[in-house]
């Protein structure tokens, strides 16, 4: 079956530091990929997405880059902010076809913590 | 504007008593889903529905119904049968079930006391 996993976290930087938040997935087919913030006490935001390889997507900043060959999807940032506190999600999600439905599979999730 | 509504934000339950979350969205998507998120998890899918009037199960739907009469609306209920219900729920929806993204609520954080 499908499956994300993300770096353990949590992760602690100060403002202006480097991100990068590793995530690998296993899928069948060719899935789309997308990281999800979570501010505290609220619902899911979608940050970016890539629906194939080779795909880079990007938004406030953050990026990350669709790796067919090492099944990966990797966020990263290059100055973090206080504001990018969070909770990042990452995410597959099949196309349609064969007995997918479509949904989305999520990584557990990694606390960021950026200090001033 | 559109977007997905969940209500109520908070919500107290006596253990042992059945609870309903609402869900709506003016998105016109045609699948719609229930997630469970515990502190320090992921989200777990409990249920979803790719059209009215049909709805599967999804890893976690043991002590949790729903229903899906309209295609805006998605509730669900938690049942005595539940466990363990204390969590945040959130719903979201999506389009269709290809590889677009979904798009979530702002979560229903249910206590059981």
């Known amino acids: 079956g499908n499956s994300v996993t993300q770096m353990e976290g949590p992760v602690t930087l100060s403002e202006e530091a480097f991100l990068t938040i590793n995530c690998t997935y296993t899928?069948?087919?060719?899935?789309?990929l997308f990281w999800y913030v979570q501010y505290p006490g609220e619902g899911l935001q979608l940050l970016l997405k890539?629906?194939?390889?080779?795909d880079k997507g990007s938004n406030k900043g953050f990026e990350a880059t669709y790796r067919k060959e090492t099944t990966s999807f990797h966020l990263e940032k290059g100055s973090v902010q206080v504001s990018d506190s969070a909770v990042y999600f990452c995410?597959?999600?099949?196309?349609?076809?064969?007995?997918?439905?479509?949904?989305?599979?999520f990584g557990q999730g990694t606390i960021l913590t950026v200090h001033p | 504007d559109g977007g997905i509504t969940q209500s109520p934000k908070y919500l107290f339950r006596k253990e042992g008593q059945n609870v309903t979350l609402s869900c709506e969205q003016n998105l016109n998507h045609d699948a719609m889903y229930w997630y469970r998120q515990d502190p320090g998890q992921g989200l777990r899918l409990i249920y979803y529905?790719?059209?009215?009037?049909?709805?599967q199960k999804g890893d976690i739907a043991e002590g949790y119904s729903v229903s899906r009469e309209k295609k805006e609306s998605f509730p669900l209920t938690v049942t005595s049968a539940q466990k363990n219900p204390t969590a945040f729920y959130l719903c979201?929806?999506?389009?269709?079930?290809?590889?677009?993204?979904?798009?979530f609520g702002q979560g229903t954080r249910l206590t059981v006391v």
């Open positions: 890539a629906t194939k390889a080779d």
């Open positions: 529905s790719q059209i009215v009037n049909d709805f």
């Open positions: 899928a069948t087919g060719y899935p789309s």
């Open positions: 995410a597959l999600r099949r196309g349609a076809g064969g007995t997918s439905y479509g949904k989305l599979t």
């Open positions: 979201a929806s999506s389009p269709d079930r290809g590889a677009t993204e979904a798009f």
